[in-house]
């Protein structure tokens, strides 16, 4: 198990702590973003759950976490250029 932490910002926060519940939040910022801790035991379903927030949710931490979500964008962004390439 790992704790990570996201930052999700206001578009997205009221969403997020309706699913994680309040306990989840580890600081309210005064743009209505929300920084919360989760205790992940599988890293691809926290990959897709931040994914799914597209550009309203960054991974805080820790380092090994953030690079599962980069490497997943830089997957996914290489295969849309090499299909894009084929047609």
């Known amino acids: 198990e790992i704790e990570v ?8 926060s009221g ?3 309706a699913e994680l519940g309040p306990e ?4 309210h910022r005064d743009d209505g973003a929300v920084l919360v801790r ?3 035991t ?5 990959v897709l759950w931040v994914l799914d927030l597209l ?4 991974v805080i931490g820790p380092d090994v976490m953030r690079d599962a979500v980069v ?7 290489a295969g849309a250029a090499a299909d894009g390439m084929g047609r």
Do not use: I, M, S
């Open 55 to 58: 550009d309203h949710a960054e």
């Open 38 to 40: 989760l205790a992940v």
């Open 42 to 46: 599988d890293t691809e379903a926290l």
């Open 71 to 77: 490497e997943r964008l830089t997957a996914t962004v």
């Open 15 to 17: 969403r997020v702590v």
């Open 24 to 27: 989840a939040v580890v600081e």
């Open 5 to 12: 932490t996201v930052l999700v910002d206001g578009a997205e």
